[in-house]
């Protein structure tokens, strides 16, 4: 029992550790969720290198247990350094604030960062392999080790969401599982054979001091220490996590600027007063009689303000983020309390989708204040599928409006496929679209042919006759914005892309992708170049590729050399390509239906983890008969798993459109987690009884593959072709492996 206890806190350690530093990681990333793959990825790599290097350096250790200890300390001193670091991370890469990291900047510098945290947990992994080996002997230690760890992950992953992350900041969490890891040091070091003894007390003095830090008033001290230092310059007044994400409140000279996940979304009492006023007026003053009016993130800081200034008679403001609310509220100014306290404005506390997908109310105009799609949760707001929630909630002749970055002299190509593409969308849903080019374009759609027949003098005279006193947008403002010109302009600029721009769907964000495009495009042009590369990828292309690679491979298993040892690895290393794939598909279509998976990472992560161990111990606890009887299991495994990859398209339409409760859609993502862990976690066991070897190595393989799928899956499958396509695509490779495994491995000898 003191053993599975080791092993569980060994579990539950990496999945807390993991999910704080990505939890950070997303707010020095701006809050890209493509992001999450990379960093996953990272994580499984490191944990590869980790595990292969301490199993070929304490393979045949006589005193595992001392080595297990070492790296055990090592990681509890490890884990708020990374943590430190992490908030640090822009000046250690010298990115400077409202610089942003490409994606190649995210791999690197996240590779770094975790190196020292990943890399020793993985080697744990390794060492209890071998603790379980010298104690009880046996080829199931590798089951053993693996599903008791995971199962740990669940029991992290569970406390992390509901009891750490609502009540304490992440230097206190990780204070106290340092802690806990050094005091388990001492319970590995009291069951050895011959323990250290200069270690055991250092651990046990250590475990007090660093307790007494996470329960003290010093890990208050070390967290507002760090935050200044991630915002160096700055005056940091509130630095807070909700279910959505990080709320940060900078001031600087009596100006307050109000960061979601780092992005600055508000600012006040003085705003960006061509962009508040340019979509409020030309959205306005498009409709004759604006009594009703929603406004969908951004509203406080400004455009709550201009809109105010027209016949509304009421005006409902959602933010994507309730805690943002509260932050204007702890933060008055005389700007943003004369907006939230007009007695038209009803402010609800609820993520905007989720208000326009259940209100029954309908109104004149909607504006969308969010400025860009730049990751997924904002991204909600600019899709097919929402632009249609939005049309339903229109009156007659009512319209919706929004705006993007843009250009009066040239637009960058990823920045043109960006307006395009929501263009198209809108366009595909609205009857009519009118773009209003400029520095920033703004896009008013409506099923009404009005916004088409926009004139300059109309809303000029409408301008006059609301009593309108504006500094930016006047009669002058409105007749340069609406020259023909601009608009032939805007056409050409966007003539070239259109084919390739695509539609922005909830499954299928091309909007994030142009976005990220534009983004490396600025800071990072290597990452520039492999995205172009990338995006000429296609799933009947990756299909002729992968058979190619197939044939080739048992071509040459058949006619030079035999690969009868490499099939095995290959289809682990698959599978775990497979899992982190499924893992990210959960955890996108999760944040594109609720927007708050900055709470759920852990849990969902968690879960798949569960699916794993269960299955895992399930398998390894079934005594092997045959070496045919495992093939035949291993390769029926290879079956479902393609099986399972073909059907989790059609599975994330259904809970796209299921009219079944929130809870139950959000449980039914839980069961697909456990189902994809538990199939891809019961192939491990098979897969150590059919090479009859050490499980570290096939262990690394696993590991590989979840990186590769971090990475190739997370950065560019599913930007690039979607979720429904790179599930596809990880049936074909999976298709693959099984047809390599069937053929390659052979079914005689004994287990």
């Given at each position: 029992?003191t053993?599975?206890?080791?092993?569980?806190?060994?579990?539950?350690?990496?999945?807390v550790?993991?999910?704080?530093?990505?939890?950070?990681?997303?707010?020095?990333?701006?809050?890209?969720?493509?992001?999450?793959?990379?960093?996953?990825?990272?994580?499984?790599?490191?944990?590869?290198?980790?595990?292969?290097?301490?199993?070929?350096?304490?393979?045949?250790?006589?005193?595992?247990?001392?080595?297990f200890?070492?790296?055990?300390?090592?990681?509890?001193?490890?884990?708020?350094?990374?943590?430190?670091?992490?908030?640090?991370?822009?000046?250690?890469?010298?990115?400077?604030?409202?610089?942003?990291?490409?994606?190649?900047?995210?791999?690197?510098?996240?590779?770094?960062?975790l190196?020292?945290?990943?890399?020793?947990?993985?080697?744990?992994?390794?060492?209890?392999?071998?603790?379980?080996?010298?104690?009880?002997?046996?080829?199931?230690?590798?089951?053993?080790?693996?599903?008791?760890?995971?199962?740990?992950?669940?029991?992290?992953?569970?406390?992390?969401?509901?009891?750490?992350?609502?009540?304490?900041?992440?230097?206190?969490?990780?204070?106290?599982?340092?802690?806990?890891?050094?005091?388990?040091?001492?319970?590995?070091?009291?069951?050895?054979?011959?323990?250290?003894?200069?270690?055991?007390?250092?651990?046990?003095?250590?475990?007090?001091?660093?307790?007494?830090?996470?329960?003290?008033?010093?890990?208050?001290?070390?967290?507002?220490?760090?935050?200044?230092?991630?915002?160096?310059?700055?005056?940091?007044?509130?630095?807070?996590?909700?279910?959505?994400?990080?709320?940060?409140?900078?001031?600087d000279?009596?100006?307050?600027?109000?960061?979601?996940?780092?992005?600055?979304?508000?600012?006040?009492?003085?705003?960006?007063?061509?962009?508040v006023?340019?979509?409020?007026?030309?959205?306005?003053?498009?409709?004759?009689?604006?009594?009703?009016?929603?406004?969908?993130?951004?509203?406080?800081?400004?455009?709550?303000?201009?809109?105010?200034?027209?016949?509304?008679?009421?005006?409902?403001?959602?933010?994507?983020?309730?805690?943002?609310?509260?932050?204007?509220?702890?933060?008055?100014?005389?700007?943003?309390?004369s907006?939230?306290?007009?007695?038209?404005?009803?402010?609800?506390?609820?993520?905007?989708?989720?208000?326009?997908?259940?209100?029954?109310?309908?109104?004149?105009?909607?504006?969308?204040?969010?400025?860009?799609?730049?990751?997924?949760?904002?991204?909600?707001?600019?899709?097919?599928?929402?632009?249609?929630?939005?049309?339903?909630?229109?009156?007659?002749?009512?319209?919706?409006?929004?705006?993007?970055?843009?250009?009066?002299?040239?637009?960058?190509?990823?920045?043109?496929r960006?307006?395009?593409?929501?263009?198209?969308?809108?366009?595909?849903?609205?009857?009519?679209?009118?773009?209003?080019?400029?520095?920033?374009?703004?896009?008013?759609?409506?099923?009404?042919?009005?916004?088409?027949?926009?004139?300059?003098?109309?809303?000029?005279?409408?301008?006059?006759?609301?009593?309108?006193?504006?500094?930016?947008?006047?009669?002058?403002?409105?007749?340069?914005?609406l020259e023909?010109?601009?608009?032939?302009?805007?056409?050409?600029?966007?003539?070239?892309?259109?084919?390739?721009?695509?539609i922005?769907?909830?499954?299928?964000?091309?909007?994030?992708?142009?976005?990220?495009?534009?983004?490396?495009?600025?800071?990072?042009?290597p990452?520039?170049?492999?995205?172009?590369?990338?995006?000429?990828?296609?799933?009947?292309?990756?299909?002729?590729?992968?058979?190619?690679?197939?044939?080739?491979?048992?071509?040459?298993?058949?006619?030079?050399?035999?690969?009868?040892?490499?099939?095995?690895?290959?289809?682990?290393?698959?599978?775990?390509?497979g899992?982190?794939?499924?893992?990210?598909?959960?955890?996108?279509?999760?944040?594109?239906?609720?927007?708050?998976?900055?709470?759920?990472?852990?849990?969902?992560?968690?879960?798949?983890?569960?699916?794993?161990?269960?299955?895992?111990?399930?398998?390894?606890?079934?005594?092997?008969?045959?070496?045919?009887?495992?093939?035949?299991?291993?390769?029926?495994?290879?079956?479902?798993?393609?099986?399972?990859?073909?059907?989790?398209?059609?599975?994330?339409?259904?809970?796209?459109?299921s009219?079944?409760?929130?809870?139950?859609?959000?449980?039914?993502?839980?069961?697909?987690?456990?189902?994809?862990?538990?199939?891809?976690?019961?192939?491990?066991?098979?897969?150590?009884?059919?090479?009859?070897?050490?499980?570290?190595?096939?262990?690394?393989?696993?590991?590989?593959?979840?990186?590769?799928?971090?990475?190739?899956?997370?950065?560019?499958?599913?930007?690039?072709?979607?979720?429904?396509?790179?599930?596809?695509?990880?049936?074909?490779?999976?298709?693959?492996?099984?047809?390599?495994?069937?053929?390659?491995?052979?079914p005689?000898?004994?287990?």
């Amino acid at each position: 029992m003191t053993f599975i206890a080791v092993l569980l806190v060994l579990g539950a350690s990496g999945l807390v550790g993991q999910i704080l530093l990505l939890r950070e990681l997303l707010v020095v990333f701006s809050g890209n969720e493509l992001s999450i793959g990379i960093v996953l990825g990272n994580w499984l790599v490191l944990e590869a290198l980790g595990c292969f290097l301490a199993g070929r350096i304490w393979a045949r250790s006589e005193r595992p247990a001392l080595a297990f200890a070492v790296c055990q300390a090592f990681f509890a001193a490890a884990l708020p350094a990374a943590l430190y670091a992490a908030r640090m991370l822009r000046d250690l890469c010298g990115v400077a604030q409202g610089e942003g990291f490409g994606v190649a900047a995210m791999l690197v510098s996240s590779l770094l960062l975790l190196a020292c945290v990943s890399a020793p947990h993985g080697a744990l992994f390794a060492l209890a392999c071998r603790m379980r080996l010298s104690g009880r002997g046996g080829p199931g230690a590798g089951g053993f080790v693996y599903g008791w760890e995971t199962l740990g992950t669940l029991a992290g992953g569970l406390i992390l969401t509901f009891l750490l992350i609502p009540r304490f900041h992440s230097f206190r969490i990780v204070l106290a599982l340092s802690s806990l890891n050094l005091l388990f040091c001492l319970v590995v070091l009291s069951g050895a054979a011959r323990p250290g003894r200069s270690l055991g007390p250092a651990c046990g003095l250590g475990a007090l001091a660093v307790a007494a830090l996470a329960f003290g008033p010093a890990a208050d001290s070390v967290h507002w220490r760090s935050v200044r230092r991630q915002w160096t310059g700055h005056e940091v007044v509130l630095y807070e996590n909700s279910v959505y994400g990080n709320v940060t409140v900078l001031q600087d000279a009596g100006q307050f600027t109000f960061l979601a996940d780092g992005v600055p979304v508000v600012t006040a009492p003085v705003p960006d007063l061509e962009f508040v006023e340019e979509l409020a007026h030309f959205a306005l003053l498009a409709h004759p009689n604006p009594r009703e009016v929603l406004v969908l993130s951004g509203g406080a800081g400004g455009l709550l303000r201009e809109t105010l200034k027209h016949p509304a008679a009421r005006v409902d403001y959602a933010e994507l983020d309730p805690l943002l609310l509260a932050a204007l509220a702890r933060f008055p100014t005389p700007l943003t309390e004369s907006e939230l306290k007009d007695p038209r404005v009803v402010v609800h506390e609820v993520d905007g989708r989720l208000l326009v997908k259940t209100s029954q109310r309908r109104y004149d105009v909607i504006l969308i204040g969010a400025p860009r799609p730049s990751n997924l949760a904002v991204n909600r707001l600019f899709t097919r599928e929402f632009f249609a929630l939005a049309r339903s909630r229109l009156k007659a002749g009512g319209l919706l409006a929004f705006s993007l970055p843009g250009s009066t002299a040239f637009m960058e190509k990823n920045l043109a496929r960006l307006n395009s593409c929501l263009l198209q969308t809108a366009a595909g849903v609205f009857g009519h679209v009118r773009p209003i080019p400029g520095d920033r374009n703004l896009f008013l759609a409506s099923d009404s042919d009005a916004i088409v027949r926009l004139d300059a003098g109309v809303l000029a005279r409408r301008l006059r006759e609301r009593r309108i006193r504006t500094g930016f947008v006047g009669g002058e403002q409105l007749a340069f914005r609406l020259e023909d010109q601009w608009t032939r302009m805007l056409r050409d600029f966007l003539a070239p892309v259109r084919a390739e721009a695509g539609i922005n769907r909830d499954f299928s964000p091309r909007a994030v992708l142009h976005d990220l495009a534009n983004w490396n495009a600025m800071f990072s042009p290597p990452a520039a170049r492999l995205s172009a590369w990338a995006e000429a990828l296609t799933l009947p292309r990756l299909a002729a590729f992968l058979a190619a690679l197939t044939l080739a491979l048992l071509v040459f298993h058949f006619r030079v050399r035999s690969l009868s040892g490499a099939a095995v690895p290959a289809a682990i290393a698959a599978t775990g390509f497979g899992g982190m794939v499924y893992n990210i598909s959960l955890t996108f279509a999760f944040q594109a239906l609720y927007g708050y998976v900055y709470l759920w990472i852990g849990l969902l992560v968690s879960v798949f983890m569960a699916g794993a161990a269960g299955a895992s111990l399930w398998v390894g606890s079934v005594p092997p008969v045959t070496r045919v009887s495992t093939r035949r299991a291993f390769i029926a495994l290879e079956v479902a798993l393609v099986l399972f990859s073909a059907a989790l398209p059609m599975t994330f339409h259904w809970l796209a459109r299921s009219p079944l409760a929130d809870r139950l859609l959000q449980g039914a993502f839980l069961v697909l987690c456990l189902m994809s862990g538990g199939l891809t976690g019961a192939q491990f066991p098979l897969a150590c009884r059919l090479r009859d070897c050490g499980p570290a190595g096939l262990y690394s393989c696993d590991l590989l593959g979840g990186w590769l799928g971090g990475i190739v899956g997370g950065a560019v499958l599913l930007p690039v072709l979607g979720l429904e396509a790179a599930c596809l695509c990880v049936a074909l490779l999976k298709l693959c492996s099984l047809a390599l495994t069937a053929l390659a491995v052979p079914p005689e000898g004994a287990a």
